[in-house]
């Protein structure tokens, strides 16, 4: 059974830096992306950045030129560094990994989600 662990989250300063990371374990065959969703109280799930197996990446406008998403491929691991955090990134951050488990099963999977808190 696949199982994404996450790691980081807290509460900073508006302004300030924040570290996320996710590693992804079980029977995994091949990894077509791993990133983050965030999702703020009342709001609609968001992508908010990832990066594919072969190491292309996506970002929310919301989000560019302050947020970096990166990964360890040997190690099915994900990070996000966030820096000049602003109050509007505060919300659930969620891990999620595409994945096939064998040679055409395909699914995706979720992490239970990380607090950033900003505050102003």
């Known amino acids: 059974q696949v199982q994404l662990v996450e790691s980081g989250g807290g509460l900073v300063q508006a302004g300030g830096s924040l570290s996320l990371s996710c590693t992804a374990s079980?029977?995994?065959?091949?990894?077509?992306?791993m990133g983050w969703y965030r999702q703020a109280p009342g709001k609609q799930r968001e992508l908010v950045a990832q990066v594919t197996s072969g190491g292309s990446t996506d970002y929310a406008d919301s989000v560019k030129g302050r947020f970096t998403v990166s990964r360890d491929k040997g190690l099915n691991t994900v990070y996000l560094q966030m820096n000049s955090l602003k109050p509007e990134d505060t919300a659930v951050y969620y891990c999620n990994a595409r994945l096939y488990t064998d040679q055409r099963t395909w699914d995706e999977y979720w992490g239970q989600g990380t607090q950033v808190a900003v505050s102003s």
């Open positions: 079980g029977s995994i065959f091949h990894l077509v992306a």
